[in-house]
């Protein structure tokens, strides 16, 4: 079981067998560490801006009204950014109720199954991102604030973030594929 408090990091996503794939995958991996890179220092900055925000208002009445809005925007992109990171690691939560009860090449069929669906849904979902994306870039859409920054920027974040997550999980479904069986595995 981990904890998340290990001393050494992982080993890094399994890489498929197939050449190809295999150096998409690469390629994917140091894409996926550079937006997690990326990704800590927003966070950082996140918690520096709010700080201030609160910090001007408590102590010298000086209220901001771009702080909310910066922080929103970075995690947006702090959130979709990362999503692919940790779909490389199968990080997110899944239920594995059925796993230990179905036999082995069911599971697989299951596997698989969710694998594919997951990654339809993803693409429509990166679709529909890129959409509101152009219809926010050609209309000049911004926020309703004083500041008003241009909403196309989170609507960019979350397109790209969810195209790299669909690429990362079709990746998957395409090794899953390609794979040949490990030693001592049944087909």
């Known amino acids: 079981m981990s904890h998340g ?65 910066a922080s929103v925007f970075m995690l947006v992109g702090v959130t979709f950014f990362c999503t692919a990171y940790v779909q490389s690691y199968r990080g997110h939560i899944g239920i594995e109720a059925l796993a230990a009860l179905l036999p082995r090449r069911v599971n697989l069929f299951r596997l698989f199954l969710v694998d594919l669906l997951s990654c339809l849904f993803c693409a ?3 679709w529909k991102s890129w959409t509101l994306f152009h219809e926010a870039w050609r ?15 989170p609507y960019a974040m979350m397109a790209t ?13 395409l090794a899953h594929m390609t794979n040949q069986p490990r030693q001592g595995e049944a087909p």
């Open 124 to 126: 429509f979902f990166s």
């Open 139 to 153: 209309d000049g859409q911004t926020t309703s604030s004083t500041f008003a920054p241009p909403l196309w920027i």
């Open 161 to 173: 973030g969810m195209t790299i997550l669909t690429l990362q999980i079709l990746l998957q479904t």
């Open 5 to 69: 408090f290990e001393l050494k990091p992982p080993p890094g996503p399994a890489l498929p067998d197939q050449p190809a794939l295999a150096a998409v995958a690469k390629l994917l991996n140091l894409l996926n560490s550079a937006l997690l890179k990326l990704s800590m220092a927003a966070l950082v900055l996140t918690a520096l801006v709010l700080t201030y925000s609160v910090v001007s208002r408590y102590f010298f009445q000086a209220p901001t009204d771009w702080q909310d809005e």
